[in-house]
């Protein structure tokens, strides 16, 4: 395996708090279907003097090698890195199953287009067979995805995706994601009073996407004002050094309303002896700490809701399914594939809490035969199924 950093990364009251937290209401997760296990993929022979009923080769291309990489164009915040992480793990899996010879990653690091695109164009010249992506634009990467295609190389994009045709894409549902939050926040402070809105990572198609979804739910509530933005980047700890110098001019604030980073904004509130606003939860380990907290002092209960940091490791078994001909219930892979949220209802939290470390985001490192039981949800019109809680 090989990794590479285009450039280095480094990476009040008692009962105020509580009435502020059970004003975030309980996230539900939509219902998902049981999975009977049935769907498999067909894999066929990589060697042509095989007869049609002769066994698939167990390996990627024969004695052929098969490099996937993982180009990211950020790392700056938890989400991402428990994301890389999950990628290796999925990665190193393919290996040992003889699925792929390596894998490389790559990340720009400073989160521009111009760095993500020397990146790819890199692995492009380096012959990889396969790139999964995850996009500093959504439009800017396009010439060289492209690019890539026409040399033959398998391009997915997750998460932040890139608009270019010739790509699969692996995704969440964003506007979902978005709505649910507004809704919790806008909902739980009344429907008015003064709130602060924290963006995500600059430029990212999900953070794009969840902004425009704010824009309409605050248009439904004119008595609610927006009296600051700051940008968080998704990570607790620079939502925090972005509120600390913003909370100072303000007045009562009612509730924030950001992506992730919520631990990020109880430490920012607190250290400055203020009342704790209404704010949506995220799945960050630390986070989920403090919800375990409150259950057991107060008897707190409610739900957590996140993207998952798990796509790419799905996106790297896509890559392969499709560079070894495979089919899904007889079917080829779509062109898009939308997973499950990371949903905690109350009755999991100690178990994510088992699984994630203080620094990570819950979520899954996918498995090829999870990421199959994925795509045949897609292809049968039916919500994916989520995978189990990891073990420790």
Not at 175 to 185: C, F, K, N, P
Not at 253 to 261: A, E, K, N, S, T
Request: hydrophobic share 45%; net charge negative; glycine share 8%.
């Amino acid at each position: 395996m090989t990794k590479s950093t285009t450039t280095p990364a480094k990476t009040g009251a008692r009962w105020r708090w509580l009435i502020a937290v059970l004003a975030v209401l309980a996230i539900t997760a939509a219902s998902c279907g049981d999975d009977d296990g049935d769907s498999t993929a067909d894999e066929p022979s990589n060697d042509p003097s095989d007869e049609p009923g002769d066994e698939p080769s167990d390996e990627p291309a024969g004695d052929e090698e098969f490099v996937v990489a993982l180009s990211n164009s950020f790392i700056g915040n938890d989400w991402r890195k428990t994301m890389v992480e999950s990628f290796e793990i999925a990665a190193e899996a393919a290996v040992a199953s003889g699925d792929i010879t390596d894998f490389r990653v790559e990340i720009t690091a400073e989160n521009t287009a111009t760095a993500q695109i020397a990146s790819i164009e890199s692995l492009i010249l380096a012959g990889v067979e396969a790139i999964v992506i995850n996009s500093a634009s959504p439009t800017a990467l396009d010439p060289v995805i492209q690019r890539a295609c026409d040399e033959g190389i398998i391009v997915v994009v997750f998460d932040s995706l890139a608009d270019a045709e010739c790509a699969t894409k692996v995704f969440n549902d964003f506007e979902d994601w978005g709505r649910t939050q507004a809704e919790l926040v806008l909902e739980g402070i009344g429907g008015e009073g003064d709130i602060i809105m924290v963006e995500g990572v600059t430029g990212s198609a999900p953070n794009d996407t969840v902004l425009a979804v704010w824009a309409e739910e605050l248009a439904k509530y004119p008595d609610v004002n927006v009296v600051a933005t700051v940008i968080g980047q998704n990570d607790g700890a620079l939502t925090q050094q972005a509120l600390v110098p913003v909370l100072p001019s303000l007045g009562d604030i009612d509730g924030v309303l950001l992506q992730v980073g919520a631990n990020g904004v109880i430490n920012a509130f607190q250290d400055a002896g203020r009342d704790l606003p209404v704010v949506d939860l995220d799945t960050h380990g630390g986070t989920l700490r403090i919800w375990d907290e409150l259950n057991k002092s107060v008897g707190f209960e409610t739900s957590a809701v996140l993207t998952d940091p798990g796509q790419g490791s799905a996106a790297l078994w896509v890559a392969i399914m499709i560079g070894r001909g495979e089919q899904v219930d007889g079917q080829d892979i779509p062109a898009e594939v939308v997973l499950p949220l990371v949903v905690i209802p109350q009755e999991d939290l100690e178990a994510w809490i088992a699984v994630t470390p203080d620094t990570a985001m819950a979520g899954w490192s996918w498995t090829k035969d999870q990421t199959i039981a994925a795509i045949a949800s897609n292809l049968a019109g039916e919500e994916a199924v989520a995978p189990p809680i990891p073990t420790p």
